[in-house]
């Protein structure tokens, strides 16, 4: 069996996430080096899974000549800077969204990179989420024949660190830039008009920091389908993700996952279970679909599902949308490009 030797860079949530995954479900992959500022906690965390090179300077994974491919899970301000290195030193690039922190270095990153001679994959793991997937397995079917709405759903159970806020890029990049690719990858269409907007209902300091904690899009699609986006940074009732496609032979809806499917109804009420309580219990298993999914495209030589044009026009929208909901306005993607 031919074996993919990889180094991941960056070993926050995500990128412990990634490894574990490659070593517990990915046979075909080898993680050989663990690159990350904070060498001590990697390596405490890191000496249940086996026996790694564990090193400070990211670099030095791009100098291994024995490594294939790279696992990049760095802060987002860092990710042009590595994808750019990782393809010149001819190593194949598996990286956490968002493609770049701005416009303006993911355009570059999208017209240079495009045609490299390694494999690169952005890390949209809602398109290997069993739900999202069954969704789209209806779409591409026939079944629910032409699409003409499409409506989703995201809210976090609790806010995120004041901190992360301020450099984070804001809502549209950070978080509802997953609703962008999934409106892309439902529909099969690009997006040509964003009209977007936002509330400060949580926490001032959000609004302080120049964000929104609530907030909207209406995305016009290039086939004519309208798709209709609402988040939020906080739910009292677990971790929120549902779905809707309405065609004109039907309709498809995906509800949360929850710890059973059990409804108990009695006098007093009608009661289930709460949605799962955050990402990692929510789309564990779409994360080892999405890094089983680049393994082998590299060593089948396949496409990958999401690469850097993905990535790229999911930016390019949280742009449309984060002008949008300042200018009061809707904005054409034909502004941007």
């Known amino acids: 069996m031919e074996t993919l030797r990889i180094g991941v860079i960056g070993l926050g949530r995500l990128g412990r996430i990634h490894t574990t995954n490659l070593i517990q479900h990915v046979p075909e992959a080898k993680v050989k080096t663990l690159a990350d500022p904070r060498v001590d906690e990697t390596k405490k965390w890191a000496e249940r899974l086996g026996d790694f090179k564990i090193t400070a300077n990211w670099q030095d994974v791009l100098e291994d000549p024995e490594i294939d491919a790279v696992v990049i899970a760095s802060p987002t301000t860092l990710h042009g800077e590595m994808l750019k290195a990782a393809v010149k030193a001819k190593k194949h690039v598996f ?40 969704v789209k397995d209806f779409i591409d079917s026939g079944e629910l024949g032409e699409i003409h709405l499409i409506r989703t759903t995201s809210r976090d159970p609790h806010l995120p660190d004041i901190e992360f806020v301020k450099k984070s890029g804001g809502i549209f990049f950070d978080f509802m830039i997953h609703e962008f690719d999934t409106a892309r990858f439902l529909t099969g269409s690009e997006v040509v008009e964003v009209y977007a907007g936002g509330s400060v209902l949580l926490d001032p300091r959000i609004g302080e920091a120049g964000d929104f904690d609530t907030a909207y899009a209406i995305l016009k699609m290039e086939n004519g389908a309208i798709c209709a986006i609402d988040v939020s940074r906080k739910t009292t009732y677990g971790y929120d993700q549902r779905v809707e496609v309405f065609g004109s032979k039907g309709c498809a809806r995906a509800e949360n996952d929850r710890a059973t499917n059990v409804i108990v109804s009695t006098e007093a009420a009608v009661c289930s279970d709460k949605p799962l309580y955050y990402f990692p219990q929510r789309y564990m298993q779409s994360f080892a679909n999405e890094i089983r999914a680049f393994v082998e495209s590299v060593l089948e030589d396949k496409d990958v599902s999401a690469g850097v044009e993905a990535g790229y026009y999911s930016i390019l929208v949280a742009r449309a949308a984060d002008i949008s909901a300042k200018e009061n306005r809707s904005v054409k993607i034909a502004e941007l490009i």
Do not use: C, S, W
């Open 95 to 134: 990286m956490e969204k968002p493609l770049a922190h701005n416009l303006e270095t993911a355009r570059e990153l999208y017209k240079n990179l495009k045609d490299t001679g390694v494999k690169i994959q952005i890390a949209f793991n809602r398109r290997f989420d069993h739900n999202f997937r069954k």
